[in-house]
C-alpha cells in the first residue's frame, strides 16, 4: 500500500499552508505509519492524556455515536428487504404468465401436487400484473439513485458537515419508502420514482457516515467501532426478514403496504433522535469531559476541525490502491445485492417458500453475518492493539475470507440443483462470508485518509453500487427469456 499512495502523500509536500494535512493525515504525530499500524501519538495532548485516566467511566459519548451510526445503516436494509419481500405479496404471478413459470419450476424444482396448489393458493393472490422486467427495474432503481448521490453527498459531507448529510439522507429516503404505497397504486413507473428518491437519501448515509467516524472515534478503535457500526446493515436486514414477511401476510394497514408504513414511522423517529444527540466532532459537543475528548484527539491523524485542503483528484484517480479498494467493495455489493434483491425471488419462485419461511431464511443469513462481523470486529481490534499485523494485511486478509465463502457457497447451490435443504444451507454458509467485509474494505477509505474519507468512500462506493444495480436487471431479463 506504501508504494501505491505515493501520489497521495505527495500532496502533502505541496506549498500550501494546508497541505501537510492530506494524506494519512500525518500532520502533528510522533510516529505514523503506512502499512496500517498508525502508532499515533499528539504531542499537542499527550501530557494531558497521560495524567488522566480514560477507563474511569464506562459510558463515552463516542459509543453513543456508535449506536446512532448502527442504527443508521439498520434503516438501508430495513428498506430495502421489506420491498423485496414486499414486492413477492404484489404481484400477481398467475396474470404475468405464472403457467409458464409454474412449468418451468416444477420440472426443474418438483413439488408435490398437494404442496404446489397450497403454494399457488398462498402466494399468486398479489394485486399487481408486473412482468419479472418490471419487477427488475424497481428493485434495481433504489440502486441505482443510491450510486449516483454518493459522490456529491461524500463533498457535502466534508464541506457542510456529516450530520446535516445524515439527517438529510434520513428524512428523503424515508419519505420515499412511506410514499411508495401510494405510488404503487398509480402506477409502476411511480413506484421505480419512489425507489429513486429512497435509494437517493440512502446514498446520502453510506457517503457521510466516514466523516463522522473520522472525527470521533481515535485510529485504534476504528476497526472496531466501524465494523460494529456497519453490522447495523446486517441487522436492518435480519429484522425485515423476520418481520415484513408476517407484516405482509397479515391484515395490518391493508398487509404489504404496512412495511412501509411502519418502518417509514419508524424512520421519522429516528431522524429526530440523530438530529437530536448526534454532533459533528467531539469539540462541538456541550456534555462531552475533557478526558474523553483529548483522547480521541490524541488518537487522530490530525486537526479535523481546520480548514479542509482541496480535494486532490488527481492523484487520487492515480492512486492503485483506491482501485484496489474499489475493486474489493465492488465484489462486497454483489454479494450483498444478491442476497438483498434476488434471493428471496429465487426462494419463492424456484423453491417454492412462503413469505414467512422466505423472511426467516433471509434473516438467519444475516445474523450469522452479525456474529462473524462482531467477531471479526473484536478480533482485528485486538490484533491491531497488539501490533500482531499491519491494518493493510488485516483488511486484505478479511476480505479475502469473505470472497472465498461467497464464492464457493454459490458455487455448491449451482451444483445441488433442486434440493432444498442443502441449496439453503450452502446459501446461507456462502452469503455469510459477506460479514467479513465489514472489518475489510468497507473501512478501508477511513484507513487511507480521515481528511478525504466521504470522498473515497463516495467515489468507490459509487462505482461499486452499480453492481447492485446491475444485477436485478440482469436477473429479470434471464427470467423474462425463461
Partial sequence: ??????????????????????????????????????????????????????????FQYRYLVALLGFSVFCQINLYRIATTISLVAMVNNSATSYETYSRVNVSSCFLNSSFEEEFIDSEINGEFSWSPETQGFILSAGFLSYVASQIPAGMLAEIYGGKITIVSGLFVSTMGHILSPLAAQHS??????????????????????????????????????????????????????FSAGALCSSSILGGWPSVYYLYGGLGLVQCVCVQVFLYESPKVHPGITDTEKNHILYY????????????????????????AMTFAMFGA??????LLSVHPIFLSTMLHFSLEENGFIVSLTFIIQIMISFSTSFASDWLSRKNLVGVDKLRKGINFLACLGYSLGLLGVYFVG?????????????????GFVFGGCIIVPIDMSPTFAGTLMGLSSTVASSAAFILPVIYGVLIQEE
Fill in 333 to 338: 455489493y454483489w454479494a450483498t445485492s444478491h
Fill in 418 to 434: 433442486c434440493d432444498r435443504a442443502m441449496s439453503n444451507l450452502l446459501a446461507i454458509i456462502g452469503m455469510s462470508f459477506s
Fill in 1 to 58: 500500500m506504501a508504494r501505491g499512495m505515493k501520489n497521495l502523500r505527495n500532496v502533502c509536500e505541496s506549498k500550501s499552508n494546508y497541505d501537510s494535512e492530506i494524506k494519512i493525515d500525518c500532520s502533528n504525530l510522533k510516529t505514523c505509519s503506512l502499512s496500517g499500524d498508525l502508532n499515533v501519538t499528539n504531542v499537542a495532548t499527550e501530557e494531558v492524556i497521560q495524567k488522566s485516566d480514560i477507563g474511569r467511566s464506562f
Fill in 188 to 241: 409502476s413507473h411511480l413506484m421505480i420514482v419512489a425507489q429513486l428518491i429512497r435509494g437517493a437519501g440512502q446514498g446520502f448515509l453510506m457517503a457521510a457516515y466516514p466523516v463522522i467516524a473520522s472525527n470521533w472515534f481515535p485510529s485504534m478503535e476504528r476497526g472496531l467501532f466501524n465494523s460494529l457500526i456497519l453490522s447495523g446493515i446486517a441487522v436492518g436486514a435480519m429484522i425485515s426478514g
Fill in 300 to 323: 487522530q491523524e490530525a486537526d479535523l476541525s481546520k480548514k479542509r485542503p482541496p480535494t486532490p483528484w488527481k492523484d487520487i484517480t492515480r492512486s492503485v490502491p483506491v482501485y
